[in-house]
């Protein structure tokens, strides 16, 4: 029994033995053919290495770091956080921005802040002051920095780019607080058709559409700040063509400065400068409850001749941009509520007219433009004559021109001139001999862009001079302050501003 377990025992381990004996032999089997393959392939490689020579040529090399370094920018633009490959970055025309990755949804972060010295000067002499004179201050001079403007802009598309919203945040000169300056919603309807509906720029004065930051020269005319219907919230329906766009405006009240000739205290001296004057506040960043008029429409068509729309968002034209010409012509009507408590020197309707043109060469440009404006008074008031009257008359003017004397300097030149016809208002003695109404400003400068005019850095200097005392054209944010009154009626002028200004966006 034992001896049969001994030979059975020894039978399988043999059975074992050579089982794993032909395994072995079949791997080493396999291994000679893979082998033989490699050396197949390798000869291969040899011979191509052979008839094209160095395999690692510089050129690939080239391109294979080409191709890396694409593949690194690609990865370096996706939000590895967001599940549908959003994607974020920036763009030399949109500034900063996210997007989702179908790009129905984006938000661009942008600003810009213009930093600037002032020096006035004017004529105080040691007369007394007449009652209710406007000059803020006893001092001839006075000059220091301030920053004139500091804004952020928040814009994009939502839902899908025919949807665009913006909404912009500018910091006060004094006190820093923010204030809103634009939010809107404007939706596309193809075919040049668009419906905007917020608070935003109105569409009268060309000077006030295009941007501070392509201004000639360092501030708007004195011109623009007296007659610009400014912003307001309401609704603005537009077309463009290749060369004609038509916009039409309908909301709360536009803005009016010096639209009456009595002072707020209803001093029966009448107002001695703009800022007295019971104007029309406008709608910027009011309630439903304080409109101050029944109605207000803006009506704005352009002609352009050569050249794109968006050339003409700024005063410039740069050098290699294409000649081209833009023609306009605008006007607005408002019906003003009645203020109670007040004297009837508020206005009533008050309608407004203005034209413009510019031309652009391709290194040099011209601007022109006109503007009337009419108000009625609640009630007729006494004037100088003894007679009565019940409106106002009121004009400007604006021509300027730019040329550059190189790629990145630009010389300019700019005269306003126009008429507030207040003084027929001005009735007390010590206001018979006084002149606020005029408008006679000369300003000339320079701008540089030290890092090229495809950057956004921006230095900007000027001289302006006023021919006329400024009383009711003065404005503090330009430069220009209220010229003195002396109590013999007299008015001083030759007021003079030296500004320059540091400007940059991102």
Avoid: H
Avoid at 300 to 312: C, L, V
């Amino acid at each position: 029994m034992l001896i049969s377990i001994a030979i059975c025992a020894l039978a399988s381990t043999q059975t074992a033995s050579a089982d794993d004996l032909q395994r072995a032999l079949n791997e080493i089997e396999a291994l000679r053919n893979q082998n033989a393959q490699l050396a197949a392939q390798i000869g291969r490689l040899e011979d191509r290495v052979n008839s094209d020579g160095a395999w690692l040529t510089q050129e690939r090399a080239d391109e294979i770091r080409a191709i890396v370094a694409d593949t690194l920018a690609d990865s370096a633009t996706r939000m590895n956080l967001a599940a549908d490959g959003a994607v974020a970055g920036w763009d030399k025309s949109k500034g900063f921005f996210l997007a989702s990755a179908d790009g129905n949804y984006t938000l661009g972060i942008k600003g810009d802040t213009q930093f600037r010295w002032a020096y006035n000067s004017r004529e105080i002499g040691s007369e007394p002051a007449a009652a209710g004179s406007t000059s803020s201050s006893t001092a001839d001079d006075a000059w220091g920095f301030e920053f004139r403007r500091a804004r952020l802009t928040f814009f994009g598309n939502i839902v899908d780019p025919s949807w665009f919203y913006e909404v912009k945040l500018g910091f006060a000169r004094v006190g820093g607080d923010a204030e809103l300056e634009d939010a809107f919603l404007q939706k596309d309807f193809g075919g040049g058709w668009s419906l905007r509906a917020g608070q935003f720029k109105l569409p009268f004065l060309r000077e006030f559409i295009d941007s501070a930051n392509g201004l000639l020269a360092v501030e708007r005319s004195l011109v623009n700040t007296f007659f610009s219907a400014a912003r307001s919230q309401g609704l603005e329906l537009a077309w463009e063509s290749d060369s004609i766009r038509f916009e039409g405006y309908y909301g709360e009240e536009l803005e009016g400065r010096g639209t009456a000739p009595y002072s707020q205290t209803g001093d029966v001296a009448g107002p001695l400068n703009a800022g007295q004057a019971l104007g029309v506040p406008g709608g910027q960043n009011s309630s439903f409850t304080s409109v101050s008029t029944d109605y207000a429409f803006i009506a704005r068509a352009e002609y352009k001749i050569g050249g794109a729309w968006r050339q003409f968002r700024d005063m410039q034209s740069f050098r290699g941009e294409e000649a081209a010409a833009l023609f306009g012509i605008a006007g607005y009507i408002q019906q003003v509520k009645p203020i109670s408590n007040a004297d009837g020197a508020t206005p009533d309707v008050v309608w407004s007219a203005t034209t413009d043109a510019r031309i652009d060469f391709g290194g040099a440009s011209i601007f022109v433009y006109g503007v009337y404006r009419n108000v009625g008074l609640q009630e007729a008031q006494v004037v100088r004559d003894g007679g009565d009257n019940d409106s106002l008359s009121q004009w400007g003017a604006v021509a300027q021109g730019g040329y550059f004397v190189t790629d990145s300097v630009e010389a300019f030149l700019r005269y306003e001139t126009g008429n507030s016809d207040t003084d027929q208002y001005r009735t007390a003695p010590t206001a018979l001999n006084a002149t606020g109404e005029k408008l006679s400003v000369a300003t000339i400068g320079a701008n540089w862009w030290p890092a090229g005019v495809q950057n956004k850095i921006k230095l900007t200097a000027d001289f302006g001079y006023s021919f006329d005392p400024l009383v009711d054209f003065a404005a503090s944010g330009a430069n220009y302050l209220p010229d003195f009154t002396a109590a013999n009626g007299t008015t001083n002028k030759g007021q003079w501003v030296v500004r320059s200004q540091l400007q940059f966006q991102f």
